[in-house]
């Protein structure tokens, strides 16, 4: 037991010092500075039942293999397993959790996670335990969830599951996570794994925190991150990676932008040749099986993967093996047809596309629907051009446009919901094409707070990508080559056309229900951030992403304003998003860095404007 004196003494060090988890910040966070232990052979139990983990599984190199039993994965599964393909069919609560609990305590015991780049220099002693003084230890784990799990938990509609959870550690040691859903235990578990440290001994793990006291609870249901696939492939290890990284942070949605003008990845096995002549490389597509084991690996995550096929626009891959079903491809000056080479759309009035559609749709859905409750059918950026060059219509006018896109719409959507499934469309199609869409439908926007202004006034629910905030592909510069001579003087510097660069600051200011009444404001089911990846390709991934997504995760969960109503400010998060940023680096993803060490070490005001 401490001194009072010198509890006081550690009081003072946990305010002077940078170390201050957790991301994102819990509704209601209250902490001690006394210090427990967290032993491997812990006591853990679900809903009464001991949850088996080995401490032998940490050994990183030593992956399970696909098809192995699931009791084996179960006990096998730690932090990240690069193919990892859960099994079984359905989902269990109980295989959930315990995988959790296993990748938890693999993430605390495996990362050696010490944290002296978050301590002052050549300190850190004075932050942690001195293991020659006596230790409390954790005594055990007890892991509650007060109701069943329904099917819509795997698969939910935003806001059809309570992802919230409650989480007490007393200061002698007793551990308690109660959370309704099994999705609520994840989230649990990830804060669990956020406060412990591991010792600069090497064999030691502990809190600094204890008491610890959490109520938490998202504040929008939809939290996600748009990941294009077409412009550049992205492995299917790749996209896995992305799911850890967004489960870390309680994002909790993948829309998969999947097929696009410039390749169409995804096979199809009623229509081989989509994907043979439309991929990049046949190294470069998703089977079945592929696009079945990310959308499970999601569900163990708590993360809800769905896919877009872009239309009626942004489909001109498809003209790579059927020419017949596509105007303006690759047509040039590509900007009098599309956004970016090469153009390509469907056309609007063909009976040939709608029975491609019919059997792609028939195909494809049927395998999508057990694991998501949506599918996105695109409609940006449709260039009304393109139907001059369509033998059937030649026209570009709206007149004549929009009443065939109100019905290509609906027959494409009938077919979503005949699926199971709720469409999203982009905010082009009912804003500027006027399209009357169902009551279901979810309308993304990414043209800024007056999209999400004007389609929630129209009573729309509302997904929120403003591009002036979330397009984290922004501010890298142009890929067009310019020629020496005029086009060189015009876009000199050549920065790209949504410049500035999205930095984590920028990104953390924006609140997707700025300006908006309370009745606009309950429409907005959430955000995403979204990757284009034109210039965007694995290599790079991670830093893009991170930890600049991770800053909009806590708008998304926690709010722009905190508990008593004030924005949220840079110089509280920057010590724990920080923090966030080594542990993402140490569980194997390459986030960006938030501050030079020099600032990580130092205190809250070294690195701040104005002192
Ligand atoms: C968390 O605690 C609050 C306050 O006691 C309670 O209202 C809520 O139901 C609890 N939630 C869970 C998931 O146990
Ligand atoms: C359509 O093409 C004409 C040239 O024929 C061009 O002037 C116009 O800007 C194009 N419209 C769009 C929307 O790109
Ligand atoms: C669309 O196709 C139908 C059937 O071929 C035809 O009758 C109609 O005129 C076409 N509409 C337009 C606007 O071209
Ligand atoms: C329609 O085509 C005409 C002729 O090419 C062009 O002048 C006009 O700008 C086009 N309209 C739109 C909306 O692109
Ligand atoms: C949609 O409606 C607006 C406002 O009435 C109008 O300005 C616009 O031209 C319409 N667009 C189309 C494609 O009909
Ligand atoms: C709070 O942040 C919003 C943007 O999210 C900004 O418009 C507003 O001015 C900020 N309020 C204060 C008091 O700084
Ligand atoms: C808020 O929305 C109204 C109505 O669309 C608009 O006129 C106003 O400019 C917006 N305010 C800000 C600060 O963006
Ligand atoms: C932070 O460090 C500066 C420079 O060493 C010092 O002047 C200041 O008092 C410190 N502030 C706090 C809050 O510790």
Same mark, same amino acid.
């Given at each position: 037991m401490f001194s009072p004196l010198l509890s006081l003494l550690l009081v003072l060090l946990a305010v002077f010092d940078p170390v201050s988890a957790i991301w994102p910040a819990p509704q209601s966070y209250s902490k001690g500075s006394s210090f427990l232990y967290l032993h491997q052979n812990l006591d853990i139990t679900y809903n009464g039942a001991r949850v088996r983990w080995s401490s032998s599984l940490l050994n990183h190199d030593d992956f399970p293999k696909e098809g192995a039993s699931a009791e084996y994965m179960i006990d096998r599964q730690i932090n990240y397993v690069p193919g990892y393909v859960p099994v079984g069919s359905g989902f269990n609560s109980k295989e959930i959790v315990t995988a959790a609990v296993a990748r938890t305590l693999a993430s605390i015991f495996? /990362?050696? $996670?010490?944290p002296w780049r978050l301590t002052k220099r050549h300190q850190l002693s004075k932050f942690e335990p001195d293991v020659y003084k006596g230790q409390n230890w954790i005594k055990n784990l007890q892991i509650v969830q007060t109701s069943q799990d329904k099917p819509?938990? $795997?698969?939910? +509609?935003?806001? &059809?599951? /309570? &992802?919230s959870y409650n989480f007490t550690l007393s200061a002698d040691g007793d551990a308690k996570l109660t959370a309704v859903s099994s999705t609520g235990v994840l989230r649990g578990l990830e804060t669990f794994a956020q406060l412990f440290y591991a010792h600069s001994t090497g064999t030691f793990w502990y809190t600094p925190f204890a008491p610890v006291s959490i109520q938490d609870s998202p504040k929008f249901p939809h939290r996600g991150i748009l990941l294009d696939t077409a412009r550049n492939y992205m492995g299917v290890n790749d996209i896995k990676r992305t799911i850890d990284a967004m489960a870390w942070n309680k994002l909790n949605v993948l829309h998969v932008h999947v097929t696009d003008s410039q390749s169409w990845p995804l096979e199809i096995p009623s229509m081989p040749e989509v994907a043979r002549e439309g991929a990049y490389h046949a190294s470069q597509t998703y089977t079945p099986h592929d696009i079945d084991s990310i959308q499970r690996y999601g569900i163990h995550r708590g993360v809800e993967v769905y896919f877009e096929i872009d239309m009626p626009g942004h489909i001109g891959s498809v003209a790579l093996s059927h020419p017949e079903l596509i105007v303006a491809y690759n047509e040039q000056p590509y900007w009098w047809w599309c956004a970016e080479p090469p153009c390509g759309a469907f056309k609007l009035n063909s009976t040939a596309v709608d029975d491609f559609l019919e059997k792609l749709f028939n195909d494809l859905l049927p395998r999508l629907s057990p694991y998501s409750a949506y599918f996105h059918t695109g409609g940006d950026e449709l260039n009304k051009n393109d139907s001059m060059l369509d033998e059937g219509i030649r026209s570009n006018d709206s007149a004549v446009l929009q009443p065939l896109l109100q019905k290509f719409i609906d027959a494409q959507h009938a077919r979503v919901r005949k699926a199971g499934l709720t469409p999203i469309v982009w &905010? #082009?199609?009912? +804003? #500027?094409?006027n399209v009357t869409l169902g009551k279901d439908t979810v309308v993304q926007a990414w043209l800024g707070d007056e999209s999400v202004k004007s389609l929630t006034g129209k009573g729309y629910k509302v997904i929120d990508s403003n591009y002036n905030y979330l397009y984290v592909d922004c501010g890298r510069g142009q890929w067009i080559n310019m020629e020496n001579g005029e086009a060189f003087q015009t876009f000199?510097?050549?920065? %790209?056309?949504? %410049?500035p660069y999205k930095n984590w600051r920028l990104i953390y200011s924006h609140d997707p229900i700025f300006n908006l009444t309370d009745e606009e404001a309950k429409l907005v089911i959430g955000a995403e951030a979204a990757v284009w990846a034109e210039t965007i390709d694995p290599v790079a991934l991670d830093g893009i992403l991170w930890p600049r997504a991770s800053a909009m995760g806590e708008v998304l969960w926690s709010g722009r304003t905190d508990a008593s109503g004030h924005n949220r400010s840079q110089l509280e998060a920057t010590p724990r998003l920080s923090e966030m940023r080594e542990r993402m680096v140490a569980r194997g993803v390459n986030a960006a860095l938030v501050q030079m060490t020099f600032c990580t070490q130092a205190n809250s005001t070294e690195c701040s404007y104005p002192l």
């Open positions: 495996g /990362d050696k $996670f010490v819509c938990t $795997f698969k939910p +509609l935003a806001g &059809e599951v /309570d &992802e &905010e #082009e199609i009912p +804003l #500027e094409w000199y510097p050549f920065g %790209d056309w949504c %410049d």
